[in-house]
């Protein structure tokens, strides 16, 4: 029996990541684990919300993401498992583009280079099979067998539900003011008290850093709308069992989205350009009424089924990074795991950054973290490109 004292981790923001860290911490034997969370449990303010996330293992943004997504696939089967609960419906995911664009063309090179489950479908076959979409002449289509829809609500409640049953203290409403190393570990401070940990992960999300100055030259907030409509006709033809998740691409219009989990519409979304922001304070709450108007033309023009009225809207906001790919690293004493800038694309990778997270905290290590997810190479090429560049989702 190990009767050492234990390693106490505090895990700041129990969000995407946050949760997930805390169930993989929990785990582990001879770790005390204390969550802290600025709102409620399973809060609307943070950049998962929002009913549903698209999951992709074939992947336009490039093949260094294609095993992390792999390995995300099985926790998030082993999150089910463990939860009873159903949060990843692989139902597929399907792109369908111009085959000289150049999303369509990485996305079928990660297909090739890890021989990912697949079909690939020609503009007559897309039509046939799924004449939901209002399919151009010369499109083409990648159905990722692996894709499908993930519910980030159910998810997030789900890891803390079973880190609590593990033994972690969560604490919600609960903002942290600071982080302030000391000899031999580190203070957390929160309007309640001083709260003295041997280590500290940072998953703050969009807040991230305020608690971490380093972070604040690197990180830039992009603001993120969801739309949902509702078909003229019924919902039956956008149903999971009929419906994979989207991405599509014409000119210069990007849309993305799920099938229906309410059982009356389903999420279609453009990203509108907002201004970049440098803090949460900046964001916008809700959408204009000409920006509604514009999304629903689009919506209309890709699925000739739909009201272009959305039935719902909401807007959110994610921190990016120049490269738009995360942070994950330790800072100079190792006791300090950051996992931040997700870039819009960081939910479907939540539990292997979550058990990353972990290993970070826990062991102090960071074997098998990409070396371009160290802060220093993220301020490397900041300073080289000298700007930020939005978008994903």
């Avoid at 106490?8 to 204390?34: C, D, P």
């Avoid at 090179?109 to 004449?131: A, G, N, S």
């Avoid at 380093?214 to 990180?219: A, C, K, R, S, V």
Wanted: hydrophobic share 40%; net charge negative.
């Amino acid at each position: 029996m190990n009767t050492s004292a234990p390693l106490t981790v505090a895990v700041i923001g129990l969000g995407a990541v946050g949760s997930m860290a805390a169930w993989q911490l929990s785990k582990r034997e001879n770790v005390r684990v204390i969550g802290l969370e600025q709102y409620g449990r399973v809060h609307s303010h943070g950049s998962y919300a929002g009913e549903s996330r698209v999951f992709r293992s074939a992947y336009h943004e490039g093949g260094i993401y294609v095993p992390m997504l792999l390995e995300s696939r099985e926790l998030w089967r082993r999150l089910e498992q463990e939860s009873g609960r159903e949060i990843y419906y692989e139902v597929g995911c399907l792109s369908i583009a111009q085959e000289d664009r150049i999303e369509y063309r990485t996305t079928l090179e990660t297909v090739h280079d890890y021989d990912l489950p697949h079909e690939l479908l020609d503009t007559d076959e897309l039509r046939e099979r799924y004449p939901q979409h209002r399919i151009h002449d010369g499109d083409k289509g990648i159905l990722d067998a692996f894709g499908g829809g993930l519910r980030p609500e159910v998810a997030v409640m789900s890891a803390l539900r079973l880190a609590e049953e593990a033994g972690a203290e969560l604490r919600f409403n609960t903002p942290v003011l600071a982080i302030e190393e000391e000899p031999g570990g580190v203070v957390v401070r929160t309007p309640q008290e001083a709260l003295r940990v041997d280590r500290v992960v940072v998953a703050s999300g969009s807040w991230s850093n305020r608690i971490r100055p380093e972070l604040d030259e690197l990180l830039r907030l992009q603001v993120l709308g969801l739309t949902w409509f509702m078909p003229e006709r019924g919902i039956e033809p956008f149903l999971p069992e009929r419906f994979p998740a989207f991405l599509r691409d014409v000119g210069p219009v990007h849309f993305f989205g799920a099938p229906s989990f309410d059982g009356y519409s389903i999420k279609a979304c453009s990203n509108p350009t907002w201004p970049v922001a440098r803090d949460v304070r900046e964001v916008p709450t809700a959408y204009t009424r000409e920006e509604l108007v514009k999304i629903g033309q689009q919506a209309a023009e890709f699925f000739p089924g739909l009201n272009p009225e959305p039935v719902r809207s909401s807007v959110h906001h994610c921190a990016y990074t120049p490269n738009r790919m995360p942070v994950v690293d330790l800072n100079g004493s190792s006791r300090i795991a950051v996992v931040a800038g997700l870039s819009g694309h960081g939910f479907k990778f939540a539990p292997k950054l979550g058990e990353l997270a972990a290993q970070l905290a826990a062991d102090g290590s960071t074997e098998g973290v990409p070396e371009e997810f160290a802060l220093a190479h993220h301020m490397r090429v900041l300073r080289e490109r000298g700007a930020y560049t939005g978008g994903g989702h």
